[in-house]
Structure formats: C-alpha cells, structure tokens
C-alpha cells in the first residue's frame, strides 16, 4: 500500500506552527492534534500520536457569495518521526457536506487504510497492512474560513476535526481522533452528492 506522498498531487508537511497573514486575512498558526487507537482480536492494543508528519490534500468548492466548502480530503496521520519506519494511517472522504457522520468501508464515504508494521507495541502476529471494512467517521468541523470568494491557487488554513471508529475484515480495529489546522491548496471542485451516513 503506497504512503500519501505518492498519492497525492499537493501534500502539505506540518512540523511547525507559526502566525501569518495572507490574502484571505490574519489566520491562526497550523497546528496538529491525533492519537490511534489500535485494538487486535487477541484483547491486546497498541496506540500512536500521528503528528510526527502530518501531510494532507482537500478539494474545495468556491462561490462568490459562500465562504469555501471541503467537497473531499485526504490526510495521512504518522506514528514515527523517522520515515523508515512503517506506521501510518491514512483517511480519504469523498461526497463531504458539513459536520456530521459519514460511513467508513470499501463502497462509502470514507476509506481508512493503515500500515503499522513499525509501530510501537505491536507483536509480529498484526505487523501488516490493513483497509478498514466498516464504521462510521464523525466530522465535528470542517471548513476553510469564513470569507466567500474564489480561492484557487492560494493556501487556505482548512480545518479538519473528528473522530473515527472503523474495524478490518479480520477483526483489527482503529480508532482515531483528530484535530488538523493545515494550509492546503486545493482543487476547484464544483458540488457532489451529500453522502453521510443514514
């Protein structure tokens, strides 16, 4: 399963925080907050804080009389400092329409893959890759600002806030929580069909 980097046409890196001004206005610092929770199908568990190298991508859809609207986002959550190291999760949602739940699986809304061959505390029995079957991912906050206008081409400080309860098809589950403020600049993408859960 490739890494984000390979995946993505614009990855952002958050290592640090800093306060800028930029087009759209004064904006607060970047700033990341997360933790895996990974639970096996023998009761044993290992956790990581994915801040290490948090890199991201988003479309947004811009109206000249709404502020922008995250349609997608894809965000790669890492366990390691040192990229060697295989220990990653990655989150894509698609048909995004404001807080709420949307469902996790190969066929929804939301696909949740991880890799956690080198991460901290887990036993050579559930060193692998993995692709989430099911569960449900609920978005406290999404958005870019309150400002309307066309933003294409420039960093827009996008923020990303939830939680996630998902499980494999061979009974390894991860649970993650999030809170993400990241500079993306992203694609133009007119609006999709609202696909949160029922």
């Known amino acids: 399963m490739p890494q984000l980097r390979h995946l993505l046409p614009l990855s952002l890196v958050l290592g640090c925080t800093s306060e800028k001004t930029e087009d759209t206005g004064t904006i607060e610092a970047q700033a990341c907050e997360s933790s895996v929770d ?52 990655i989150v894509t949602g698609t048909g995004i329409c404001g807080p709420g739940y949307y469902d996790i699986g190969p066929t929804k809304s939301t696909e949740v893959q991880f890799q956690i061959h080198d991460c901290p505390y887990v036993s050579d029995d559930f060193e692998d890759s993995y692709g989430a079957s099911g569960g449900v991912l609920l978005l406290d906050a999404v958005g870019a600002g309150s400002t309307p206008g066309n933003f294409a081409g420039k ?44």
Do not use: M, Y
Not at 169 to 187: C, M, Q
């Open 38 to 89: 990974l639970n096996f199908p023998d009761g044993t568990g290992a956790s990581f804080k994915g801040c290490n190298d948090v890199l991201a991508d988003a479309t947004f859809e811009f109206d000249p009389d709404d502020p922008p609207e995250i349609r997608s986002f894809r965000f790669q959550l890492t366990g390691n400092v040192d990229p060697g190291f295989d220990c990653w999760l």
């Open 155 to 198: 960093p827009l400080l996008t923020h990303l806030q939830g939680a996630i309860e998902s499980t494999t098809s061979s009974g390894v589950g991860a649970d993650v929580s999030f809170d993400l403020r990241v500079r993306i600049t992203g694609d133009d993408a007119e609006e999709t069909i609202c696909d949160k859960a029922e």
